[in-house]
């Protein structure tokens, strides 16, 4: 009998910029369903080139990535509700137009959740997206993220436009509207922020996958929080 499919498995992804950047270094992992995932690691350790990479935004060198048992492409698309770490919002667009344009990108967007997304991040549907501050663009991309029915949720740095006092609320958002069998890779270097969420750690640094363990566990072994092991790992670390 086949075992079951991981939602994601990377096998020997290594990936090159120019042909003399190492970016990631043989890369294995595998993600399954109904788990939080904290992708940490400084800036620079190759977070988001991983996440681009499951996207499908840029081609390995070697080694290959598969979601759901095919490599990225269309079917993709329809599984994984991506937000990048930068904005890509067409700022002539009122945040209702913006929110109708996506919607019709993707079938499983739903209206129900973006319209309690718009009243809890306070986004008036008839704003210009170019008179609203980047912390409130930021917030316009997770709603259009999360209203969708994925089952993969990759957050590229969601907390970095927010200001601290914001961020708790933000990610209580993201748990209420992740659906129930779905899973979330978020990748950040705000490691207090967000531990609390965590069920699995995956640690990157200068490429290369140093730690993949159950969060709960890892605290146990360490007797530590994921936040202070990660200073610790990773001091002196550019």
Same mark, same amino acid.
């Given at each position: 009998?086949?075992?079951?499919?991981?939602?994601?498995?990377?096998?020997?992804?290594?990936?090159?910029?120019?042909?003399?950047?190492?970016?990631?270094?043989?890369?294995?992992?595998? @993600? +399954? !369903?109904?788990?939080?995932?904290?992708?940490?690691?400084?800036?620079?350790?190759? $977070?988001?080139?991983?996440? #681009? =990479?499951?996207?499908?935004?840029?081609?390995?060198?070697?080694?290959?990535?598969?979601?759901?048992?095919?490599?990225?492409?269309?079917?993709?698309?329809?599984?994984?509700?991506?937000?990048?770490?930068?904005?890509?919002?067409?700022?002539?667009?009122?945040?209702?137009?913006?929110?109708?344009?996506?919607?019709?990108?993707?079938?499983?967007?739903?209206?129900?959740?973006?319209?309690?997304? @718009? +009243? !809890?991040?306070?986004?008036?549907?008839?704003?210009?997206?170019?008179?609203?501050? $980047?912390?409130?663009?930021? #917030? =316009?991309?997770?709603?259009?993220?999360?209203?969708?029915?994925?089952?993969?949720?990759?957050?590229?740095?969601?907390?970095?436009?927010?200001?601290?006092?914001?961020?708790?609320?933000?990610?209580?958002?993201?748990?209420?509207?992740?659906?129930?069998?779905?899973?979330?890779?978020?990748?950040?270097?705000?490691?207090?922020?967000?531990?609390?969420?965590?069920?699995?750690?995956?640690?990157?640094?200068?490429?290369?996958?140093?730690?993949?363990?159950?969060?709960?566990?890892?605290?146990? $072994?360490?007797?530590?929080?994921i936040d202070e092991i990660f200073?610790?790992?990773?001091?002196?670390?550019?």
């Amino acid at each position: 009998m086949k075992g079951k499919i991981p939602l994601v498995e990377i096998k020997n992804l290594t990936k090159i910029y120019n042909n003399e950047k190492i970016a990631l270094k043989n890369i294995n992992i595998k @993600l +399954e !369903n109904k788990k939080i995932y904290g992708l940490l690691g400084k800036n620079g350790s190759g $977070k988001t080139t991983l996440i #681009k =990479l499951i996207n499908d935004l840029l081609t390995p060198s070697e080694g290959e990535v598969l979601v759901k048992g095919e490599r990225p492409g269309i079917k993709s698309k329809k599984i994984i509700a991506y937000l990048p770490e930068r904005t890509y919002l067409d700022k002539s667009l009122t945040v209702g137009t913006a929110i109708k344009e996506y919607a019709e990108f993707y079938p499983d967007f739903s209206f129900k959740k973006c319209k309690k997304l @718009l +009243e !809890n991040l306070e986004l008036d549907e008839n704003q210009k997206i170019i008179k609203m501050s $980047k912390g409130m663009q930021e #917030k =316009l991309q997770l709603l259009l993220v999360m209203s969708r029915r994925a089952e993969l949720y990759i957050l590229d740095e969601p907390l970095s436009g927010v200001d601290p006092a914001t961020r708790d609320d933000i990610l209580d958002l993201i748990l209420e509207n992740f659906e129930e069998n779905s899973s979330l890779l978020i990748s950040t270097h705000l490691i207090s922020d967000v531990e609390r969420i965590l069920d699995e750690i995956i640690f990157i640094k200068n490429g290369e996958i140093v730690e993949f363990s159950d969060a709960e566990k890892l605290r146990e $072994k360490e007797n530590a929080s994921i936040d202070e092991i990660f200073r610790r790992r990773f001091k002196n670390v550019k």
